[in-house]
């Protein structure tokens, strides 16, 4: 079961780009990259997941290198809503196998 | 869509009272996970069904803990007798289990136990 190394905070201000890195060395062939956000008091959210190069959605982009040992959660553009809890996880094609960590609280200041 | 619920929200017992946790995942959801979450830590999986089979329960403590899913709908988690250490919300999550979106599992919001 891959483990994965995030920063365990990180700050930024309103209207900036934010990054989290993740290392995950002994990352599989068949294991997927996924993010999650968590706020407090709640379950966690899917953000998105990604295999290789990099994967856009409305939320976020993930950028993973061609050695796949590390991955990059990009924000744009943070607000204040965004302060919260960011795991990075390494899973086999069918996750049946979670490990979360202790995850990167991103601090967004006005 | 109704998402994950679960109930109740929050529970205080003392020590050596039994106490159980309820959840009705996503209809039409397959899989069904149940976590851990300590507070200042990612959630650790306990449980986790496919349908109304337990496939990995490897990591649930069984001498106190103990969990069913009849039908392969809504399950129960309980615990007895609760102990001290097992003060922490736990949650609930489901997928559909057809392989869309392998790693994106949908979670309930968690009932926050203390125990005194």
């Known amino acids: 079961l891959a483990k994965t190394t995030q920063p365990i905070s990180m700050d930024s201000y309103e209207g900036q780009e934010v990054n989290i890195t993740c290392s995950h060395n002994?990352?599989?062939?068949?294991?997927?990259i996924t993010w999650y956000q968590q706020f407090p008091s709640q379950g966690p959210r899917f953000i998105i997941q990604g295999y290789k190069t990099k994967v856009t959605n409305e939320v976020a982009s993930l950028f993973i290198p061609a050695d796949r040992k590390s991955s990059t959660l990009s924000l744009p553009r943070v607000s204040l809503s965004d302060t919260a809890v960011y795991y990075c996880l390494v899973g086999k094609g069918n996750f049946n196998k979670f490990y979360f960590g202790s995850g990167t609280k991103l601090n967004v200041k006005p | 869509e109704a998402g994950v619920v679960q109930s109740p929200r929050y529970k205080i017992i003392e020590k050596k009272q039994p106490v159980a946790f309820w959840c009705n995942p996503i209809s039409g959801h397959n899989t069904l996970y149940w976590y851990l979450q300590n507070l200042g830590q990612g959630p650790e999986l306990l449980i986790r069904y496919e349908n109304e089979e337990a496939v990995d329960d490897s990591q649930l403590p069984k001498d106190r803990f103990s969990a069913e899913r009849l039908k392969g709908v809504d399950s129960t988690l309980k615990i007895q007798p609760a102990e001290l250490g097992d003060s922490a919300v736990y949650l609930c999550?489901?997928?559909?289990?057809?392989?869309?979106?392998?790693?994106?599992?949908?979670f309930g919001p968690g009932t926050r136990l203390t125990v005194l």
């Open positions: 999550a489901s997928s559909p289990g057809d392989g869309r979106a392998p790693g994106e599992q949908f």
């Open positions: 002994n990352i599989a062939t068949n294991d997927y």
